[in-house]
Protein backbone atom coordinates (compact mmCIF):
# COMPACT_ATOMS: atom_id res chain seq x y z
CA UNK A 1 0.00 0.00 0.00
CA UNK A 2 0.99 3.29 -0.58
CA UNK A 3 2.55 5.97 2.19
CA UNK A 4 -0.37 8.66 2.15
CA UNK A 5 0.71 11.98 1.10
CA UNK A 6 -0.48 15.24 2.79
CA UNK A 7 -2.86 17.72 1.34
CA UNK A 8 -2.91 21.28 2.60
CA UNK A 9 -6.30 23.11 2.78
CA UNK A 10 -5.87 26.70 2.04
CA UNK A 11 -9.36 29.04 3.70
CA UNK A 12 -9.06 32.75 2.82
CA UNK A 13 -11.48 34.96 5.34
CA UNK A 14 -12.70 37.83 6.05
CA UNK A 15 -15.27 39.13 8.89
CA UNK A 16 -16.61 35.55 7.90
CA UNK A 17 -18.08 34.87 11.63
CA UNK A 18 -21.40 33.94 9.97
CA UNK A 19 -20.06 31.02 8.10
CA UNK A 20 -16.53 30.02 8.92
CA UNK A 21 -17.56 27.29 11.74
CA UNK A 22 -19.82 24.87 9.41
CA UNK A 23 -16.13 25.29 7.09
CA UNK A 24 -13.98 24.21 10.11
CA UNK A 25 -16.27 21.18 10.99
CA UNK A 26 -16.42 19.72 7.42
CA UNK A 27 -12.44 19.57 7.79
CA UNK A 28 -12.30 18.29 11.14
CA UNK A 29 -14.90 15.27 9.60
CA UNK A 30 -12.56 14.46 6.94
CA UNK A 31 -11.65 10.40 7.14
CA UNK A 32 -8.71 11.62 5.64
CA UNK A 33 -6.21 11.91 8.25
CA UNK A 34 -3.11 13.47 6.94
CA UNK A 35 -4.22 17.42 6.10
CA UNK A 36 -3.36 20.51 7.08
CA UNK A 37 -5.37 23.33 7.39
CA UNK A 38 -4.14 26.93 7.04
CA UNK A 39 -6.50 29.92 7.25
CA UNK A 40 -5.21 33.65 5.90
CA UNK A 41 -7.23 35.98 7.07
CA UNK A 42 -7.51 39.61 6.28
CA UNK A 43 -7.33 41.31 9.67
CA UNK A 44 -11.15 40.66 10.09
CA UNK A 45 -12.83 42.42 13.43
CA UNK A 46 -15.19 40.44 14.04
CA UNK A 47 -15.63 36.80 15.34
CA UNK A 48 -13.51 35.00 12.84
CA UNK A 49 -10.46 34.25 14.78
CA UNK A 50 -12.12 33.45 17.67
CA UNK A 51 -14.42 30.79 16.07
CA UNK A 52 -11.07 29.32 14.50
CA UNK A 53 -9.79 28.82 17.70
CA UNK A 54 -12.63 26.68 19.07
CA UNK A 55 -13.52 24.81 16.09
CA UNK A 56 -10.10 24.85 13.71
CA UNK A 57 -8.87 21.24 15.14
CA UNK A 58 -7.39 20.43 11.64
CA UNK A 59 -5.84 24.41 11.72
CA UNK A 60 -2.47 24.32 11.49
CA UNK A 61 -1.16 28.02 10.37
CA UNK A 62 -3.35 30.95 10.87
CA UNK A 63 -2.07 34.42 9.88
CA UNK A 64 -4.41 37.83 9.96
CA UNK A 65 -3.47 41.04 8.48
CA UNK A 66 -4.70 43.21 5.68
CA UNK A 67 -4.14 41.75 2.47
CA UNK A 68 -5.21 42.82 -1.25
CA UNK A 69 -8.30 40.51 -1.77
CA UNK A 70 -8.78 36.99 -2.00
CA UNK A 71 -6.12 35.84 -4.56
CA UNK A 72 -3.58 37.71 -2.42
CA UNK A 73 -4.96 35.51 0.49
CA UNK A 74 -4.07 32.64 -1.96
CA UNK A 75 -1.10 33.55 -2.48
CA UNK A 76 -0.09 33.87 1.06
CA UNK A 77 -1.36 30.55 1.26
CA UNK A 78 0.96 28.80 -1.11
CA UNK A 79 3.72 30.34 0.33
CA UNK A 80 2.58 28.31 3.58
CA UNK A 81 1.55 25.02 2.19
CA UNK A 82 4.22 22.15 2.17
CA UNK A 83 1.80 19.29 1.51
CA UNK A 84 1.99 17.06 -1.85
CA UNK A 85 -1.49 18.17 -2.71
CA UNK A 86 -2.94 21.75 -2.36
CA UNK A 87 -6.68 22.57 -2.43
CA UNK A 88 -8.52 25.88 -1.69
CA UNK A 89 -11.73 26.06 0.59
CA UNK A 90 -13.62 29.21 1.02
CA UNK A 91 -14.49 30.63 4.50
CA UNK A 92 -18.51 30.68 3.18
CA UNK A 93 -17.95 26.87 1.61
CA UNK A 94 -17.60 23.14 3.06
CA UNK A 95 -17.44 19.98 1.98
CA UNK A 96 -20.22 17.99 1.08
CA UNK A 97 -19.50 15.11 3.05
CA UNK A 98 -17.10 13.62 5.22
CA UNK A 99 -14.93 11.53 2.56
CA UNK A 100 -14.05 14.27 -0.02
CA UNK A 101 -10.50 14.56 0.86
CA UNK A 102 -10.34 10.66 1.34
CA UNK A 103 -12.55 10.33 -2.20
CA UNK A 104 -9.42 12.97 -3.81
CA UNK A 105 -6.36 11.61 -2.43
CA UNK A 106 -7.27 8.48 -3.11
CA UNK A 107 -6.92 9.81 -7.08
CA UNK A 108 -3.68 11.04 -6.32
CA UNK A 109 -2.17 7.86 -5.27
CA UNK A 110 -1.62 7.48 -9.16
CA UNK A 111 1.83 9.81 -9.55
CA UNK A 112 0.91 10.82 -12.82
CA UNK A 113 -2.16 12.70 -12.28
CA UNK A 114 -1.50 16.54 -12.04
CA UNK A 115 -4.97 17.63 -10.95
CA UNK A 116 -8.83 16.60 -9.74
CA UNK A 117 -11.68 18.52 -10.31
CA UNK A 118 -15.56 17.31 -9.31
CA UNK A 119 -18.89 18.73 -9.15
CA UNK A 120 -20.43 21.09 -6.58
CA UNK A 121 -23.90 22.21 -5.67
CA UNK A 122 -24.47 26.16 -4.77
CA UNK A 123 -26.42 26.64 -1.73
CA UNK A 124 -28.74 29.44 -0.31
CA UNK A 125 -27.09 32.10 1.85
CA UNK A 126 -30.10 31.56 4.49
CA UNK A 127 -31.18 28.27 4.02
CA UNK A 128 -28.55 26.03 3.62
CA UNK A 129 -30.34 22.42 2.79
CA UNK A 130 -31.84 24.58 -0.33
CA UNK A 131 -29.77 23.73 -3.85
CA UNK A 132 -29.75 26.33 -5.82
CA UNK A 133 -27.32 25.50 -8.24
CA UNK A 134 -25.67 22.31 -9.66
CA UNK A 135 -22.33 22.61 -11.17
CA UNK A 136 -21.89 19.44 -13.00
CA UNK A 137 -18.22 19.12 -14.76
CA UNK A 138 -16.89 16.67 -17.35
CA UNK A 139 -13.52 15.23 -18.10
CA UNK A 140 -11.70 18.00 -19.51
CA UNK A 141 -10.82 17.82 -23.29
CA UNK A 142 -7.69 20.42 -25.08
CA UNK A 143 -9.58 23.28 -26.20
CA UNK A 144 -12.77 23.34 -23.53
CA UNK A 145 -11.46 26.49 -22.30
CA UNK A 146 -12.34 28.14 -25.94
CA UNK A 147 -15.90 26.05 -25.64
CA UNK A 148 -17.19 28.08 -22.50
CA UNK A 149 -15.61 25.56 -19.98
CA UNK A 150 -14.03 26.05 -16.86
CA UNK A 151 -13.83 23.19 -13.81
CA UNK A 152 -15.36 24.52 -10.92
CA UNK A 153 -12.42 25.74 -8.57
CA UNK A 154 -13.23 25.30 -5.66
CA UNK A 155 -13.40 21.57 -6.33
CA UNK A 156 -9.56 21.69 -7.69
CA UNK A 157 -7.15 20.03 -6.00
CA UNK A 158 -3.52 20.49 -7.50
CA UNK A 159 -0.27 19.13 -6.49
CA UNK A 160 2.19 21.24 -5.15
CA UNK A 161 4.43 20.53 -8.60
CA UNK A 162 2.11 22.39 -10.62
CA UNK A 163 2.63 25.65 -8.62
CA UNK A 164 6.04 25.44 -9.01
CA UNK A 165 5.72 25.54 -12.48
CA UNK A 166 2.74 26.97 -13.36
CA UNK A 167 3.04 30.36 -11.17
CA UNK A 168 0.51 31.65 -8.68
CA UNK A 169 -2.48 33.89 -9.22
CA UNK A 170 -2.42 37.23 -11.16
CA UNK A 171 -3.40 40.14 -8.76
CA UNK A 172 -4.24 42.16 -11.25
CA UNK A 173 -7.29 40.52 -11.78
CA UNK A 174 -9.42 41.26 -9.36
CA UNK A 175 -12.65 38.53 -10.04
CA UNK A 176 -11.34 35.92 -12.77
CA UNK A 177 -7.84 35.37 -11.50
CA UNK A 178 -8.51 31.77 -10.43
CA UNK A 179 -9.96 31.11 -14.32
CA UNK A 180 -6.46 32.96 -15.50
CA UNK A 181 -4.82 30.18 -13.17
CA UNK A 182 -6.50 27.47 -14.35
CA UNK A 183 -6.58 28.75 -18.35
CA UNK A 184 -2.65 28.58 -17.79
CA UNK A 185 -2.60 25.30 -15.84
CA UNK A 186 -5.06 23.09 -18.15
CA UNK A 187 -4.64 25.16 -21.48
CA UNK A 188 -0.86 26.19 -21.28
CA UNK A 189 0.90 23.51 -19.00
CA UNK A 190 -1.46 21.20 -20.37
CA UNK A 191 -1.49 19.27 -16.57
CA UNK A 192 -2.98 15.55 -16.21
CA UNK A 193 -6.75 15.73 -14.72
CA UNK A 194 -9.22 13.53 -13.74
CA UNK A 195 -12.61 14.53 -12.88
CA UNK A 196 -14.77 13.02 -10.44
CA UNK A 197 -18.42 12.73 -11.21
CA UNK A 198 -19.52 14.05 -7.94
CA UNK A 199 -20.86 16.80 -5.78
CA UNK A 200 -17.41 17.57 -3.55
CA UNK A 201 -18.31 21.36 -2.07
CA UNK A 202 -21.12 23.34 -1.07
CA UNK A 203 -20.94 26.62 -2.08
CA UNK A 204 -22.73 29.67 -0.98
CA UNK A 205 -24.64 31.81 -3.29
CA UNK A 206 -23.32 35.84 -3.14
CA UNK A 207 -19.08 35.92 -3.03
CA UNK A 208 -17.30 38.31 -5.03
CA UNK A 209 -19.25 39.05 -7.93
CA UNK A 210 -21.98 38.96 -6.13
CA UNK A 211 -25.00 38.75 -9.05
CA UNK A 212 -24.64 42.71 -9.91
CA UNK A 213 -24.25 44.05 -13.36
CA UNK A 214 -21.56 45.63 -13.14
CA UNK A 215 -18.96 43.19 -11.12
CA UNK A 216 -20.23 40.44 -13.85
CA UNK A 217 -19.65 42.33 -16.50
CA UNK A 218 -15.82 42.92 -15.11
CA UNK A 219 -15.38 39.07 -14.65
CA UNK A 220 -16.13 38.73 -17.99
CA UNK A 221 -14.04 41.22 -19.31
CA UNK A 222 -11.30 39.72 -17.17
CA UNK A 223 -11.88 36.46 -18.30
CA UNK A 224 -11.72 38.07 -22.14
CA UNK A 225 -8.29 39.11 -21.07
CA UNK A 226 -6.89 35.91 -19.75
CA UNK A 227 -8.26 34.43 -22.57
CA UNK A 228 -5.94 36.29 -24.91
CA UNK A 229 -3.17 36.49 -22.65
CA UNK A 230 -3.02 32.91 -23.45
CA UNK A 231 -3.41 32.98 -27.10
CA UNK A 232 -7.11 31.59 -26.88
CA UNK A 233 -9.22 32.84 -29.65
CA UNK A 234 -13.16 33.18 -29.14
CA UNK A 235 -16.34 34.06 -30.47
CA UNK A 236 -17.70 36.09 -28.10
CA UNK A 237 -21.66 35.52 -28.98
CA UNK A 238 -20.69 31.88 -29.13
CA UNK A 239 -18.58 31.66 -25.93
CA UNK A 240 -20.73 33.71 -23.96
CA UNK A 241 -24.01 32.03 -25.36
CA UNK A 242 -22.51 28.41 -23.89
CA UNK A 243 -21.94 29.83 -20.79
CA UNK A 244 -25.45 31.56 -20.24
CA UNK A 245 -27.26 28.23 -21.40
CA UNK A 246 -24.82 25.94 -18.96
CA UNK A 247 -25.66 28.19 -16.09
CA UNK A 248 -29.02 27.94 -17.04
CA UNK A 249 -29.35 24.07 -16.99
CA UNK A 250 -27.46 24.27 -14.03
CA UNK A 251 -30.41 25.66 -11.75
CA UNK A 252 -32.76 23.81 -13.49
CA UNK A 253 -30.82 20.28 -12.30
CA UNK A 254 -30.74 21.70 -8.99
CA UNK A 255 -33.62 20.26 -7.63
CA UNK A 256 -33.37 16.55 -8.55
CA UNK A 257 -29.36 16.56 -6.93
CA UNK A 258 -28.85 13.71 -4.26
CA UNK A 259 -25.78 13.65 -2.63
CA UNK A 260 -24.64 10.53 -0.67
CA UNK A 261 -23.00 10.67 2.06
CA UNK A 262 -20.12 8.14 1.69
Known amino acids: MPEQQKISIITASFRSELTIQDTLESVNIQSYPHIDHIIIDGASKDGTLALVSAHGKRVTYVTSEPDEGIYDAYNKGLAIADGEVIGFLNSDDYYATPYVIEHVMRVFEDQSIDAVY ?18 RSKPYRKGDFARGFTPAHPTLFLRRSVYDRTGVFNLELRLASDYEFMLRAFHTQGVNSVYLPEVLVRMRTGGATGGT ?50
Open 118 to 135: ADLVYVDMNNINKIVRHW
Open 213 to 262: FPSIKKQNLEILMALDSQGVRVFKPVFFGRKILNRLLQRLSAPFVRIPRS
